[in-house]
């Protein structure tokens, strides 16, 4: 069985920062793309970002470019999205996914962490 497991959010203040884990389970994961998306109350969910098992290789939403990073730990199937310079509208709940490399939807879903950015 599949499973993707958040932790790392909470409270801080406008500037500072934060490191997301998303620890992945139940199958070899070297050859999907995870990600990072987020839904802010009231508003769609949206892309943040994602990272390669294969070369490291990362895409950023625009909005989160140049401050937040993605990165993996391969041997403990674990990766990070490291979140500096936080405004108050990264303000959501983050979710990790992970889609087969090849195709589009991303099929396998945690269940969020809540981040809250105080101006």
């Known amino acids: 069985q599949v499973q993707l497991v958040e932790s790392g959010g909470g409270l801080v203040q406008a500037g500072g920062s934060l490191r997301l884990s998303c620890a992945a389970s139940g199958r070899t994961f070297s050859r999907y793309i995870m990600g990072w998306f987020r839904q802010a109350p009231g508003k769609e969910r949206e892309f943040v970002g994602d990272f390669s098992w294969s070369g490291g290789v990362t895409h950023y939403a625009d909005s989160v470019k140049g401050r937040f990073t993605i990165s993996g730990d391969n041997a403990e199937n674990t990766v990070f999205l490291q979140m500096n310079s936080l405004k108050p509208e990264d303000t959501a709940v983050y979710y990790c996914?992970?889609?087969?490399?090849?195709?589009?939807?991303?099929?396998?879903w945690g269940q969020g962490t809540q981040v809250t950015v105080s101006s």
């Open positions: 996914a992970a889609r087969p490399v090849g195709l589009i939807d991303f099929t396998f």
